[in-house]
């Protein structure tokens, strides 16, 4: 197993309106390694990877979702003034825990 972290810390700033807006462009950014992955690599294929995001994160990965058709698998974390929040799976389904 290998894992690519994406650290967009510097664009996940306030204000939150510009950091919702670089959503796509981080999105984008891991389109592009996806890409450039399965052309370098065949034996890279979209079914056998799983994004994970964390609030915006998540958002960024369900972008690269709509851009990389088959990814195996996205999973999200909300973020919600409880305490505590658990991963859920977001790809092909909602799921409000």
């Keep these: 197993m290998n894992v ?16 919702t807006a670089n959503i796509r462009v981080v999105a984008m ?3 592009k390694l996806i890409e450039f992955m399965q052309t370098e690599y065949p034996a ?26 088959g990814i195996g698998r ?4 909300c973020v919600l003034s ?6 859920v799976p977001i790809m092909g389904q909602f799921l409000i825990n």
């Design 4 to 19: 690519i972290a994406v650290d967009w810390r510097q664009g996940a700033k306030f204000p939150y309106t510009q950091a």
């Design 44 to 69: 890279v294929k979209a079914g056998d990877i799983h994004l994970i995001g964390h609030s915006l994160g998540a958002h960024a990965s369900g972008e690269v979702g709509t851009k990389i058709k």
């Design 29 to 31: 950014e891991i389109v």
């Design 82 to 87: 409880r305490p505590c929040c658990t991963f």
């Design 74 to 77: 996205i999973s999200g974390q």
